[in-house]
């Protein structure tokens, strides 16, 4: 399976370049990852590049999440040298940075400031924090790529796509594929936010649950992207659970204190 972030491709009138700029004949008017700012846009995190030349320190945003993975749509869709799947699928209009294929996530460093108290010097978990506005989203750094994980499960329903497209050729009109694609957008969209992100009672209970003596083994659930099945982390004990979240205080504490 190819990297979930490979930059795409872009070949008659499908494109899956995760581009910042705006294609010439996009009916969009935003790029991807305007077309989904969340209102929680504020929340940022301190990241650290260390550049052997010019390291340099930036506030971390929203991870903008391509609900149908570039990677394999590229691959299952544009990849192949089928001209019967090529074909239909070049004569339709569809931009993978479509606002319906778009979602606002937070990653690990979010939820870590959020719920820690944070300086150069290093910090701890806070008391008596409330949810965040990004509560119930599964962290995007989390068992997004993992083995058979949720960039697994898109390419899994695209071949089951090619292959429907394969069996009916240009009968399978250029409409018919975008409606597949945005309902595969939105089946996908709830599965993360209506399922996933919920588990446990959402993340925010989540976060108690993995504090508690004992701690409640699948506390990670709703902080994962994956199936019930293949989330990586079921098995953390607590004193797991703290060092992955001292782990992140003390790259967000190195960040702070600067390059």
């Given at each position: ?26 009916p ?9 700012e969340?209102s ?9 590049v ?33 001209i ?20 606002a996530?937070p ?33 995007h ?9 949720y ?6 329903e ?24 945005d ?66 205080i ?10």
């Amino acid at each position: 399976m190819a990297g979930e972030h490979e930059r795409g491709d872009r070949k008659g009138k499908f494109c899956t370049t995760p581009a910042e700029k705006i294609c010439d004949d996009c009916p969009g008017t935003k790029n991807y990852i305007k077309v989904c700012e969340p209102s929680w846009v504020g929340e940022t995190f301190k990241r650290l590049v260390r550049s052997k030349t010019n390291p340099f320190v930036f506030d971390k945003k929203y991870e903008a999440h391509h609900i149908l993975c570039v990677a394999p749509v590229t691959q299952e869709l544009l990849g192949t040298d089928n001209i019967k799947i090529r074909g239909p699928v070049e004569q339709t209009q569809w931009c993978i940075n479509n606002e319906m294929n778009m979602i606002a996530m937070p990653l690990w460093g979010h939820t870590v400031k959020w719920y820690c108290s944070i300086d150069e010097d290093g910090g701890d978990i806070a008391s008596g924090i409330g949810a965040p506005p990004f509560d119930n989203i599964p962290q995007h750094d989390f068992d997004h790529n993992c083995k058979e994980g949720y960039t697994w499960e898109v390419e899994v329903e695209i071949k089951k796509v090619a292959k429907e497209i394969e069996q009916k050729g240009h009968k399978l009109s250029g409409d018919t594929l975008i409606g597949k694609l945005d309902d595969l957008s939105e089946l996908f969209e709830e599965k993360l936010l209506d399922d996933r992100g919920t588990r446990k009672g959402g993340t925010h209970n989540a976060w108690g649950l993995a504090q508690k003596e004992p701690p409640d083994p699948q506390w990670c659930h709703p902080f994962s992207m994956a199936s019930d099945a293949k989330v990586s982390s079921v098995g953390f004990p607590a004193r797991n659970f703290k060092d992955k979240v001292d782990k992140w205080i003390n790259r967000i504490a190195k960040a702070i204190s600067g390059p």
